[in-house]
């Protein structure tokens, strides 16, 4: 049974930052590249950041202005999202995902099918 739990989620005031932790079982990790997006209350679930199998290429959406890093830990089965310098707007639940695709690239983060979805963590930014 593939499992995906976020952590690290919380209430932060703007300028601060956060690290979200996402721990895969059930799965070979390498062979999944993994993503964050977010869901802010009354809108879509949005891409936030993406990273390939390997970690060798990430991709962000625009809207982070060079505020998060993806990263990740094969040995560890964990992807991470280090979050710096908050805004309110950044508040939402966060849900890592995972696509089956050891070698390649994910041409459209955004839509791409993934295969797997975490519960989510919330993130609350306060002004």
């Known amino acids: 049974q593939v499992q995906l739990v976020e952590s690290g989620g919380g209430l932060v005031q703007a300028g601060g930052s956060l690290r979200l932790s996402c721990t895969a079982s059930?799965?070979?990790?390498?062979?999944?590249?993994m993503a964050w997006f977010r869901q802010a209350p009354g809108k879509e679930r949005r891409f936030v950041a993406g990273?390939?199998?390997?970690?060798?290429?990430?991709h962000y959406a625009d809207s982070n202005n060079g505020r998060f890093t993806i990263s990740r830990d094969n040995a560890k089965n964990t992807l991470y999202l280090q979050m710096n310098i908050l805004i309110p707007d950044d508040t939402a639940i966060y849900y890592c995902?995972?696509?089956?695709?050891?070698?390649?690239?994910?041409?459209?983060?955004?839509?791409?099918?993934?295969?797997?979805w975490g519960q989510g963590t919330q993130v609350t930014v306060s002004s």
């Open positions: 059930g799965l070979t990790f390498t062979n999944y590249a």
């Open positions: 995902a995972a696509d089956y695709r050891p070698y390649g690239v994910v041409h459209s983060w955004g839509t791409n099918p993934f295969d797997y």
């Open positions: 990273i390939t199998a390997s970690g060798g290429s990430t």
